[in-house]
């Protein structure tokens, strides 16, 4: 990538309600720095809105068109990186990637699209590994805290026991926060298209669709799709709705480093609903909002779902951002001892901590020391412990390991 780059970073979809968030967090966060930066939009009414309630310069405002692959290609050619919250990424995203890829530049996003992904390793992961240039994939709530804290527990575990753990239980303990009709959106649109495309199904299906060719193999089974009791952590588990995306981003990741943990290595994800017959209840509970949420398109119950929930470019309050949280505890096994590990978030998932998490994985491309890796990558594997720094120093995640 050429050192004469206009900027450092470019939020493409500044004005949407992410990217409003990352573009926020940006200038608030890097106000005093040395950080180029500088955002884009499709509606130069709306970018000239944005730019002028956050004081952006003219020189660092920029319009381009998704459907457009020469705008696209004018735009990151004036960037190190390009940080981009438009969605659904299987409709719009591809030609960014393309012109990413085509003008070596580095690329997050925060999609949770598996089969999008997919499609975008097959197509570009060999030319963006030979132009060196890192794509890099869920870098918001899926999959940062997931890929991260396996990749910081690892790490610390085998720090302390000179060994990696051959099993990981994730498990959600905790989480408050709004939904966005973005991520609904997008939710939406990976099902439609897994309805009528057999090779979307077969990813989403696949626990290692993610992986390189010739290494989707390993121990790991679908995700949880009932409520059951779970020894490891005695309590009820049930389902987690962001588990289709983050595991399959956490075996990519270990597929990338050469299998490191074992070829026997396994994870999984669901959600801590409690003891006894309330915990048990709570999780059967918890199933109708996934259920409700799934429905085929067109059909009654689906259309009242649309109707409630929040539109495309809407999401929770601010108040409600702030008092948000998530909370993920890591159940390591290794031969028969177990440890715990902790991931929490000061803010909800979705929106307060993800604006922080892509924002910092943005800066992290742009400015820092990272893995001589490229290609179509996850954020540990992309990113690694220089990411994991700014997390804990800038983004409000706290890591923690118990022995």
């Avoid at 780059?5 to 720095?33: C, H, M, P």
């Avoid at 590990?341 to 901590?353: A, C, E, F, L």
Wanted: proline content about 3%.
């Amino acid at each position: 990538m050429s050192n004469t780059r206009e900027l450092d970073l470019i939020i493409w979809g500044a004005t949407g309600f992410t990217g409003q968030l990352v573009s926020e967090y940006i200038s608030k966060q890097y106000t005093n720095s040395t950080l180029k930066w500088g955002i884009a939009g499709r509606n130069k009414e709306k970018v000239l809105s944005v730019a002028k309630r956050l004081n952006i310069d003219d020189d660092r405002i920029f319009i381009a068109d998704s459907n457009n692959i020469d705008t696209l290609k004018k735009l990151t050619s004036k960037t190190k990186v390009i940080c981009t919250t438009v969605g659904p990424y299987a409709k719009y995203g591809s030609n960014l990637v393309e012109a990413c890829v085509d003008t070596n530049t580095n690329y997050c996003d925060i999609t949770g699209e598996t089969q999008w992904i997919r499609k975008m390793i097959d197509k570009y992961h060999l030319k963006a590994k030979e132009n060196k240039v890192k794509i890099i994939n869920s870098c918001g709530f899926d999959s940062i805290p997931s890929d991260m804290g396996v990749f910081y527990s690892q790490k610390k575990l085998f720090e302390k026991t000179g060994k990696y753990a051959s099993k990981i239980n994730m498990r959600v303990a905790g989480a408050k926060g709004g939904i966005s009709g973005g991520t609904y959106n997008s939710l939406s649109n990976v099902l439609e298209e897994a309805r009528i495309d057999k090779d979307v199904r077969k990813t989403l299906t696949n626990p290692y669709g993610l992986n390189p060719v010739g290494k989707q193999f390993g121990p790991d089974k679908q995700d949880l799709q009932k409520v059951i009791f779970d020894k490891i952590s005695n309590s009820w588990i049930a389902p987690f709705v962001m588990a289709g995306i983050n595991t399959k981003i956490v075996r990519r990741s270990h597929a990338l480093i050469d299998f490191k943990y074992g070829s026997d290595f396994s994870y999984d994800e669901a959600t801590l609903t409690g003891r006894g017959i309330s915990g048990q209840i709570k999780g059967f509970l918890s199933l109708i909002p996934i259920f409700l949420a799934t429905r085929k398109k067109g059909s009654a119950i689906k259309n009242l779902v649309d109707y409630i929930l929040p539109k495309s470019g809407e999401g929770p309050s601010e108040s409600k951002r702030i008092n948000g949280y998530y909370n993920l505890r890591f159940y390591l096994t290794v031969g028969n001892k177990t440890y715990v590990s902790k991931v929490i978030g000061d803010m909800d998932p979705g929106y307060g901590s993800t604006s922080k998490m892509l924002a910092e994985s943005a800066v992290c491309l742009a400015l820092d020391k990272t893995p001589e890796t490229f290609g179509i990558l996850t954020p540990s594997v992309g990113l690694g412990d220089s990411l994991l720094k700014r997390l804990q120093e800038n983004a409000g995640l706290t890591f923690e390991f118990n022995i």
